[in-house]
């Protein structure tokens, strides 16, 4: 086995006594030429036998794609679009699931000097045309029926968008067989003209408070991004031992996150499969099938894992075992993870529950998995432990879409529980004196599309929005949104991300929002969630009990206070949360209380339920106001 590399060394500065900035040296250097769009064909190049990426077939098995078929379709696609019409340039919608066409479609419009632009595949047709119609977008490639009626409905406000293709109706085959008659040559001339200053992507914001702005992302940045985190991540993108490294990607390629390592694994040559559904019952036959060694997954996936071994558990009537093996694990992680010895003890009791709990969740992830790359929102000190403990190694990232993906990641063999590790290669990280968390590197975005909005302050600095802290080792921890920020009517400041992310840790809990700006106290809005509710009601066996009469269930809200009790013991007691409202439903993407990538839109759903919000506030709660 191949010896782990030692992370690079931050270098820190304080400003008495606390630390204001810590940077990483980078790892890569950024190529002086080239795109993304030659990827495919010096892989083809250098290992044309080397399996690249997996096709799931109709018989639910997979096949391997090698490094020259996946050359030999983008260039063909490639010639499809330029036969098309489609100039040096232009911009590229795709809307759809992860799937492989996804994948190939993206590389082919790069080596055709297109720029892609993701849409979510559960977007409105108000916010596929926002994102079509402010891109410029002159064609759009969608997956199915479904959305191109979206599309279609669209196209009288969108006279510029010349094509709309389906990928389930054959589009790219066509592609193909319009560009037949082009030499090779015509995409080769088009690729040379790309540069790592070009364009790659316009990736949309969540949009929060407002429309989404497209962040201008190029190719460089990406070159940046995932050179230096396959560079970092030895472990993870390079093969330690005999047994290939691969993938299977379920979150959406529309969000950067997903993007990014798509992008990683065909640059590492890290065998890539999709996964286009993520119910837990299509995602575990995919996990099993497929048997990745390693995962991206934000918390809520890690989260349902956990809660779903544990309602099986329940049902088997053996929950207290499990609870135990639980807080083994999180011991032993929380041991390994600060470089301490396990005990005999504990390693006995680990050993014990090894193949009764570990070694099933693991078979839960395909049974091969060694590493998780979590990112989207904090994981959590007790998830990070527990997987850890579990036999699998959590790399926890922080970043945003303006940064193409990561900004900090845990450094292998130096992970610290309840940070978002170190600045990637590359990168500097500092504090500004209100706690926004600023960054800089060559994986920072430079633009937002159709905007003359300056996006970098002095030095380069792009401000996050996000507040956080740097400890005296150069490990950065968020702690909130600055414009998330609560002020209550006594004048203490409240992040909510922290509540709000432990209490959806909890399997009843399905979304929550946390309340109290210019308030005497604290509450917060939940939303049940329903697999972990169904579970609920056949345990005490209220199945039958509407959901609008288990909202004020007794023993419902009991397990719910202990859910919030938890969560409180976070923060201090002028910060906690001192009465909550179960809201029947969900906070849903139709109504406006989501956003595509899930973040909730706070005065959206502050407005929907602004007579939950008051009903908390009629009367003082238990124990006072302060």
């Known amino acids: 086995m191949e010896a782990l590399p030692e992370p690079v060394e931050p270098v820190i500065t304080a400003v008495d006594g606390i630390v204001r900035e810590v940077e990483v040296p980078a790892l890569a250097a950024v190529p002086a030429s080239g795109s993304l769009g030659d990827i495919p064909f010096l892989n083809a190049r250098e290992a044309p036998g080397e399996a690249v990426l997996a096709r799931k077939q109709r018989d639910g098995s997979w096949r391997d794609v090698t490094a020259a078929e996946f050359a030999a379709e983008v260039m063909a696609v490639a010639k499809g679009l330029i036969a098309e019409g ?13 799937t492989y066409e996804w994948t190939l479609l993206d590389f082919a419009g790069w080596a055709a000097g297109l720029v892609t632009v993701p849409i979510y595949p ?26 191109a009626r979206i599309i279609s409905a669209e196209r009288a406000q ?61 190719h460089g940045n990406f070159f940046a991004e995932v050179d230096n985190s396959v560079e970092l991540l030895h472990p993870v993108f390079k093969s330690v031992s005999k047994e290939p490294a691969s993938t299977l990607l379920f979150l959406p390629l529309s969000h950067v996150f997903g993007r990014m390592v798509a992008v990683g694994c065909l640059r590492a040559r890290v065998k890539l499969g999709h996964a286009p559904s993520i119910s837990t019952e299509a995602l575990l036959a995919d996990l099993a099938g497929f048997r990745p060694t390693f995962l991206l997954a934000i918390p809520y996936v890690l989260e349902k894992v956990y809660n779903t071994a544990r309602a099986t558990a329940e049902r088997m009537g053996r929950a207290a075992s499990f609870d135990r093996a639980a807080r083994i694990a999180q011991r032993y992680g929380e041991a390994a993870v600060e470089g301490r010895a396990a005990g005999i003890t504990l390693r006995a009791a680990r050993a014990l529950y090894e193949p009764l709990v570990y070694r099933r969740i693991r078979a839960a992830l395909g049974g091969r998995v060694k590493y998780i790359l979590s990112g989207g929102s904090p994981l959590g000190r007790r998830l990070a432990a527990f997987y850890t403990g579990a036999g699998v190694e959590v790399f926890e990232g922080y970043g945003l879409t303006e940064t193409t993906g990561a900004s900090t990641v845990t450094p292998p063999l130096k992970p610290k529980l309840g940070t978002v590790g170190w600045p990637l290669p590359g990168t500097a990280v500092r504090i500004a004196e209100d706690g926004e968390v600023l960054l800089r590197g060559r994986h920072v975005f430079t633009a937002y599309w159709n905007s003359g909005q300056a996006v970098q302050g002095g030095g380069g600095w792009f401000a996050t ?53 210019n308030r005497p106290y604290v509450t917060a809005l939940i939303t049940l969630e329903p697999e972990g509710l169904a579970h609920w009601r056949q345990m005490r066996k209220k199945t039958g009990v509407p ?80």
């Open 86 to 98: 489609l100039r040096e340039g232009d911009r590229l919608a795709i809307m759809a699931r992860t």
């Open 465 to 517: 929005g996000d507040i956080g802290e740097l400890d005296a080792e150069g490990y950065l921890t968020i702690t909130g949104r600055k414009k998330d920020l609560i002020i209550t009517s006594g004048g203490k400041n409240v992040a909510p991300a922290p509540l709000e992310d432990c209490l959806r840790a909890h399997p009843l809990v399905g979304q929550c929002m946390v309340v109290g700006d």
């Open 122 to 147: 559960t977007s409105s047709a108000l916010q596929a045309r926002w994102i079509i119609q402010d891109s410029g977008a002159v064609a759009c490639a969608v997956e199915d029926t479904a959305q």
């Open 158 to 218: 969108l006279p510029w968008l010349a094509h709309l293709w389906e990928f389930d109706t054959g589009a790219l085959a066509r592609l193909v067989k319009a560009g037949e008659h082009l030499p090779d040559a015509v995409v080769h001339a088009r690729r040379a003209l790309r540069t790592p200053d070009s364009v790659a992507t316009l990736i949309y914001t969540s949009g929060t408070t407002g429309r989404p702005k497209g962040c201008v992302i190029t």
């Open 547 to 626: 959901v609008r009469e288990l909202v004020s269930d007794e023993e419902l809200r009991a397990d719910l206070q202990r859910a919030v009790d938890e969560a409180n013991r976070l923060v201090s007691r002028a910060e906690s949360i001192r009465r909550f409202a179960v809201v029947a439903g969900e906070f849903t993407e139709a109504r406006g209380q989501l956003t595509p990538s899930l973040k909730l839109r706070r005065g959206v759903v502050a407005r929907d339920y602004a007579p939950e919000i008051d009903a908390m506030y009629r009367t003082p709660p238990p124990g006072g106001s302060a």
